[in-house]
């Protein structure tokens, strides 16, 4: 009767607590309720559902469905229904010839720049970003002709159970789902049997889905094999390597199969590759039929898997598949929940971008490149080749995990970068000459460098940037069998590679051979910048004072003491006599621009904060007027949102709503995908083209996060000095405000509630054992602690909990909203033309 009463109590006081979240929370059960709610009870109501009229005509605006491994975009028109297939992992791998070159080293384009011989610089280093290869593969397209009785309305994304669905005229609806369980898609149509389903095969398009995509013609594949068996439908493609015994041989197969069920159609769907087989090609060759005969040997096998695949989803049947598919998501949703008054779209592209996460990271498949599992479907290849752009790209797309307790799906990233600890190996050694790691900063799956304009493409500091990642894992879950095991050592060798490049300048400071700032300058001799830029100075100075850290954590005393003394070697940043920071020791920021580079110290590393003192605060006002008075003439989307990140980072919270208002509302797609350009051409930026790529996406989502909840430490290279900081940058205009078990560094648990503006209620679980430092911006209300012991520390509460003690904190509530700041944000509005 005593736990009965509990969990009632408990039940309700979270209903009291968050009522804007109570109707998107059943109630729980068992011991630990209020503590951790389970995970229905953070399941996002229909009304952040992605719902879209049709019809749809194009696929990049289409309902994104994926599993990690396989994606989906399910779009159409009338009674033609469309999914556009892909699969992680169909690359081709062909590298380009010239960086088999001998001169293709760090010690010649050192040369080369001496010398300012750019065409020489660009054949070896940028041109070879003009081969075709390598590239992401789209996979195909499934086509579903309706009985002409059924004619679409609508789209729309269920985000609780990760099934996207065609509303009919009447009120019929077609429902798919990409297995969370299983590698396949399923699809239910009710009513009269489908007039065709189809199989259509990438490859009739001219090249033109954006920057530096080609046609898939231009790859040479043979055609694809079709093929046909009962209601079985398939095709295999074999590629330009497929026929040869080598390690990249690739042959893949896309297979529907469909069964009639009572008043419906059922449909499954999947995309198989050699990849999928449990042995080496030689035990594929042995399974050729004489059926089969003319397929190679691994598309052979490719199509046996799939064959075999579609068969048991069908056997299964839609419901039998969904329940696990639909447990999975609950887990997904249920590791933290949040909601504020105000700015409703803003709330829903947050839900969507983690649904993204989901949906297309997963912990055995490939990371998301730059448009994750939903490749152009144009006849072409992706903008950019969908590659792996190691200079911004997959580092944002990975930084809104933390916050919201996506662990698995950020892990899938981490764990990518270490199976290729021996391909960095190998690109540190041939490439810088040097002991230890590094990474290309623009890279095919299997980690060879792609080029670009060298000065970005081959930065040595990117792996630094990459190793942050590292870092933040491990700080958020206070995890230290990873500590051990993966973030030191993956960061120490990265560490080792750039310590062998740093050597003394003349005034002493450990500098690079060369240095740049993405992309400031573009491809051009004057992008080479006075080493050491403030991009590579931050970069390498919060790798080398977190490895300080990570090596201190372990034990290991005399390691920590070198990584220190390098850190302090770089010197400081290089700033202008006002304050402001510019790119390297000489040149100001030289106009707007779209990468947010000489300001990486404030965000995402915490090496100049507004815990720093006046003179990190006249640095941070000094640099931040300079970027507002240049403009944003030259940003792309993700330049909004990481701005928007930034400026929550620092405290701005009134300029880092405004940031995210704009990138919401201006540049994202009608499916929530962000655009590089103003799609509503209002002026906010030059760019108004359209390819998407998804960091904008996931920086949107961390600035949601760093508006609600911070923990960076003051003292980054100090073990366990960081600091929660609890609605630390919340915007005027978001009133009312609650958040659950959003992730703090140190593995805390942190659930808030506001109120008028202010701190009404708070809920810590600690993470590990130690002191918890509470930042006390509550404006000197009165506190009722739920445990003794809480100390005041400067401008800090501290705790000393163990690993799964909570402790709670209430405030009176204000009697009214107060006046809005002189500042506070406008929302933003889009003039329609």
């Known amino acids: ?34 503590e951790n709610p389970g995970p229905a009870s953070r399941l996002p109501g229909k009304d952040l559902n992605l719902v879209l009229a049709a019809p749809i005509t194009t696929w990049d605006e289409a309902v994104p469905l994926g599993n990690g491994l396989l994606g989906g975009l399910l779009w159409g028109e009338g009674n033609t229904i469309r999914l556009s297939l892909d699969r992680g992992d169909l690359w081709d791998l062909r590298t380009p010839p010239a960086i088999h070159e001998k001169g293709f080293t760090y010690e010649n384009l050192q040369k080369l720049v001496r010398e300012k011989n750019q065409r020489e610089i660009s054949r070896l280093f940028d041109d070879p970003y003009g081969h075709p290869t390598p590239t992401r593969i789209p996979g195909g397209r499934l086509e579903i002709t309706l009985d002409p009785s059924q004619k679409v309305e609508r789209f729309e994304l269920n985000l609780a159970t990760a099934e996207g669905r065609a509303h009919f005229a009447g009120g019929a609806r077609l429902d798919a789902f990409f297995s969370a369980a299983q590698p396949v898609a399923l699809i239910r149509i009710p009513g009269p049997e489908p007039k065709e389903i189809r199989l259509r095969v990438s490859g009739s398009g001219s090249g033109d889905t954006g920057p530096d995509s080609h046609a898939v013609a231009a790859l040479g594949y043979p055609a694809a094999k079709m093929g046909s068996e009962g209601t079985a439908r398939w095709f295999v493609q074999d590629t330009a390597t497929s026929l040869r015994d080598t390690a990249t041989s690739l042959s893949y197969c896309v297979c529907v199969e469909s069964r009639r069920v009572p008043n419906a159609t059922l449909l499954a769907v999947t995309v198989t590759s050699i990849a999928d087989a449990p042995a080496p090609l030689e035990v594929a060759r042995r399974r050729v039929s004489k059926a089969q005969g003319q397929l190679s040997p691994t598309g052979s096998f490719a199509l046996e898997v799939a064959r075999r695949c579609v068969s048991e989803a069908l056997a299964k049947g839609y419901d039998a598949l969904l329940k696990p ?34 949906a297309a990271s997963r912990l055995g498949a490939p990371p998301m490149p730059l448009q994750g599992v939903w490749t152009a479907d144009a006849g072409s290849l992706p903008p950019w080749k969908g590659d792996y752009h190691n200079d911004l790209n997959t580092q944002m797309t990975y930084m809104g995990y933390q916050g919201a307790g996506h662990f698995d799906e950020g892990r899938c990233f981490l764990d990518f970068n270490w199976d290729l600890l021996p391909r960095y190996r190998r690109f540190a050694r041939e490439f810088f000459g040097t002991p230890g790691a590094n990474v290309p900063g623009v890279m095919s799956l299997s980690g060879d460098p792609l080029t670009g304009w060298g000065q970005y493409s081959l930065s040595p500091t990117m792996s630094a940037w990459i190793g942050h990642i590292f870092y933040l894992h491990w700080r958020y879950t206070a995890d230290d069998k990873f500590l051990r095991e993966r973030a030191y050592p993956w960061c120490r060798e990265v560490g080792e590679s750039l310590r062998a490049l740093l050597k003394p300048n003349a005034e002493g400071r450990l500098a690079l051979p060369l240095s740049s700032s993405p992309e400031i300058h573009d491809n051009s001799l004057r992008a080479w910048l006075v080493p050491n830029s403030n991009y590579d100075q931050f970069c390498m100075k919060m790798l080398f004072l ?17 990584w220190a003394d390098t850190a302090a070697a770089l010197g400081g940043w290089h700033l202008s006599d006002n304050g402001t920071l510019r790119i390297d020791a000489k040149e100001e920021l030289p106009g707007s621009h779209r990468h947010l580079s000489n300001l990486m110290g404030l965000y995402p590393f915490n090496l100049v904060t507004a815990d720093g003192g006046e003179k990190d605060q006249r640095v941070i006002n000094a640099s931040l007027d300079q970027w507002d008075k240049l403009g944003t003439g030259a ?44 799609q509503t051409k209002s002026g906010f930026s030059g760019f108004t083209y359209r390819p998407f790529t998804l960091e904008g996406n996931f920086l949107a989502c961390a600035a949601v996060h760093e508006m609600l909840l911070q923990s960076w430490s003051p003292t980054p290279g100090k073990r366990d000095t960081e ?3 609890i609605f630390p940058a919340t915007p005027w205009r978001w009133h009312d405000a609650a958040f659950e078990d959003l992730r703090a560094e140190g593995g805390h648990k942190v659930s808030s509630k ?50 799964g003690e909570a402790i709670f904190a209430t405030l009176p509530k204000p009697d009214g909203i107060p006046a809005a700041p002189l500042n506070a944000a406008a929302p933003v509005v889009i003039k329609k033309p």
């Open 723 to 725: 600091v929660l900081r």
């Open 546 to 562: 977190a490895l300080e850290e990570m090596a201190d954590a372990r034990g290991e005393s005399a390691e920590a003491k070198q």
């Open 1 to 34: 009767m005593k736990r009965s009463r509990t969990n009632h109590h408990r039940r309700w006081l979270a209903a009291l607590l968050f009522p804007a979240l109570a109707a998107t929370m059943p109630a729980t059960t068992g011991p630990t309720a209020a």
């Open 635 to 678: 940003w792309c989307g993700y330049s909004f949102s990481w701005m928007s990140a930034l400026r929550a980072r620092v405290g701005d919270a009134e300029a880092a709503l405004r940031n995210l208002d704009i990138y919401a509302s201006a540049f994202i797609l009608r499916n929530g995908f962000h655009c590089n350009g103003d």
């Open 754 to 803: 506001r109120e008028n503006n202010a701190t009404t209620w708070f809920r810590i679980v600690a993470g590990k054992d130690g002191v918890v430092r509470i930042r006390d911006n509550f404006g000197g209300r009165s506190m009722k602690w739920s445990r003794a012991g809480v100390k005041k520390a400067g401008g800090n509460f501290e705790v000393t909990l163990k690993k």
């Open 325 to 358: 598919h639909t447990e999975w998501w609950a887990r997904f949703w249920g590791q933290s929940a949040l909601t504020f008054s105000s700015d409703p779209h803003i709330l829903k592209q947050y839900y969507l971008v983690r649904y993204f996460h989901g």
